[in-house]
């Protein structure tokens, strides 16, 4: 066992912003089972979805999401 490995690993936020990205483009506003139904397609990982399975329910523009998130689109 090494001192370098972190003790508890963060999701890689730039996945998630990836996401939005994507999903946002030519969009204003989508809901929150769309957002979490792409990022199952995209397999994100489990925590990440986690986090977009507990917004709720609603449509959300971008930078909501993102805030909500914890992402830096915007």
């Known amino acids: 066992m090494t001192d370098d490995a972190p003790v508890t690993e963060q999701p890689d936020i730039r ?14 506003r989508i809901s ?14 489990a925590e990440l979805l986690a986090r977009i399975a507990a917004l709720p329910q609603g449509e959300y523009a971008v930078d909501e999401a993102a805030d909500l998130l914890g992402g830096t689109v915007g």
């Open 15 to 28: 996945l998630l912003d990836e996401l939005l990205d994507d999903i946002y483009h030519g969009q204003e």
């Open 32 to 45: 929150q089972a769309d957002i979490y139904r792409r990022a199952v397609a995209a397999e994100l990982p």
